[in-house]
């Protein structure tokens, strides 16, 4: 077989047997392929490589799963996780498995491929039609009134219908990806992955409408500040700027999607589900 393909891997570098194993799968992988490696908090690969990978292999836990998706989603990148971390709810293999079931994944024509909707965030300012920036996400969209003291005062209008302020510590917006993260600590439900659906879920709501909103693929959800502090606004984790008063968050299904590689039926999310909440 000629190196005609790229095959990526992503590690956590704060995991110490990350990166021995990246190199262990390296040596499986290398007379077939090319190999290029990042760790996940600097990934800096070229769009002319990106475009002939095959695969990306992460070897981390969700984080690292996160990090990565930002760039295989650009590029339709299928992503195969290692879970090196607590819970691992989007990895698929265990690192013991890894040298043993990897060509598997390559070669195998029963891997199947797994989609997840991803949610598009645009970021405006109140006097500019154009937003300032604009980030897809797998899990969610958090704002949060950080440090702060003082709760938030939240607008929300979905589909130009303006629905309720939230006054709360904050409100996450999630995919069905995301409602295994934060979402479910916040006490909000767990939705199937492949579901088509957004999740609103308010941060420690102060006496008011304090109950999960699931909304379908096809709407348009709005947020604003009411209050003058600033809030955090922070994407799949990683805090991407503050968010003021005069800004405007629109928040839609994304047109990339996360694509993931599974040996098991998708009823495995359901059978391993318990195993996972109490890991």
Known sequence: MGKTNFIGFIFNESIP??????NQLKSILSND???????????????????????VITAGGDGTILKASRI???????????NLGRVGFMTELHPDDASKD????????SIKY?????????????SNAVPIQTINALNDVVISRGSD???LDIKTIIDSAQMHNYRSDGLIISSPTGTTGYSLAAGGPIIAPDAQV???QPLAAHMNFSNSLVVAEKSNIEISLISKQPASLIIDGIKETNFLNNHIIRISKSANTTIFLRK???SHFYSTLTDKLLS
């Not at 797994?114 to 109140?126: A, G, N, P, T, Y």
């Open 264 to 266: 098991h039926p998708g």
């Open 33 to 55: 392929f090319s190999i290029w490696t990042s760790p996940g908090d600097q990934i800096n690969i070229k769009s002319s490589v990106l475009s002939d990978t095959k695969i």
């Open 114 to 126: 797994d989609s997840r909707l991803m949610l598009q965030c645009e970021i405006f300012d109140s």
């Open 102 to 109: 990897l060509l598997t994944y390559l070669n195998s024509s």
């Open 149 to 151: 003291p003082k709760l």
């Open 198 to 200: 957004m999740l609103l």
């Open 17 to 22: 047997k990350a990166e021995e194993l990246v």
């Open 72 to 82: 295989c989603s650009n590029f339709g990148i299928p992503i195969l996780g290692i």
